[in-house]
T-cell receptor, first 113, second 117 residues
Framework: GESVGLHLPTLSVQGGDNSIINCAYSNSASDYFIWYKQESGKGPQFIIDIRSNMDKRQGQRVTVLLNKTVKHLSLQIAATQPGDSAVYFCAEMGADSSYKLIFGSGTRLLVRP | DTGVSQNPRHKITKRGQNVTFRCDPISEHNRLYWYRQTLGQGPEFLTYFQNEAQLEKSRLLSDRFSAERPKGSFSTLEIQRTEQGDSAMYLC???????????????FGPGTRLTVL
């Protein structure tokens, strides 16, 4: 299948530990952000989103933090499981009144059993 | 499964041939997006439609690329006179846009992997 994420930064965590994946976005005018998970051979899968008027949003086992001052996003995954192993991308939208997503460079998450 | 579907999943073609990909969005989604992804990179925007209208095209979309969404439902992406540099994963996404001030959450299909020999 498709090999996604060659030469990407890799985060290796022990199963059961918490994971934090970081992302620097490019445009201070972006107003909507999404985290996607991509497994090999598959399309990106929506995980969680956040608007620029918020600084934190929680989902099931995941939390996204937004720091607009330094243009930084993070994705926290609680009690990481082997099924969480994938490449994770952050994406931003809205800087130029466009609805296209601009993706950051991904991070590969490897969960050790 | 009522997610975004794409066909074919894989396409191998010789340089100079034309190829066409199809995307079926989530039912009732009014927006449909095309992206391209190369190995080790995040997806890059190509173009998008709202209903049948093509609202934005990237500079990446050369004259050899054309996309249509004639009835506001499925879409096709055609590449004419393919080149080896066109080898990539072509991803389709759809969204239900409710108007200005609302978010435009895009849900992706599995992609079509194109290999140009």
């Amino acid at each position: 299948g498709e090999s996604v994420g060659l030469h990407l930064p890799t985060l290796s965590v022990q199963g059961g530990d918490n994971s934090i994946i970081n992302c620097a976005y490019s445009n201070s005018a972006s107003d909507y952000f999404i985290w996607y998970k991509q497994e090999s051979g598959k399309g990106p899968q929506f995980i969680i989103d956040i608007r620029s008027n918020m600084d934190k949003r929680q989902g099931q086992r995941v939390t996204v933090l937004l720091n607009k001052t330094v243009k930084h996003l993070s994705l926290q995954i609680a009690a990481t499981q082997p099924g969480d192993s994938a490449v994770y991308f952050c994406a931003e939208m809205g800087a130029d009144s466009s609805y296209k997503l601009i993706f950051g460079s991904g991070t590969r998450l490897l969960v050790r059993p | 499964d009522t997610g975004v579907s794409q066909n074919p999943r894989h396409k191998i073609t010789k340089r100079g041939q034309n190829v066409t990909f199809r995307c079926d969005p989530i039912s009732e989604h009014n927006r449909l997006y095309w992206y391209r992804q190369t190995l080790g990179q995040g997806p890059e925007f190509l173009t998008y439609f709202q209903n049948e209208a093509q609202l934005e095209k990237s500079r990446l979309l050369s004259d050899r690329f054309s996309a249509e969404r004639p009835k506001g439902s499925f879409s096709t992406l055609e590449i004419q006179r393919t080149e080896q540099g066109d080898s990539a994963m072509y991803l389709c996404a759809s969204s239900l846009w409710a108007g200005k001030g609302h978010t435009d959450t895009q849900y992706f299909g599995p992609g079509t992997r194109l290999t140009v020999l």
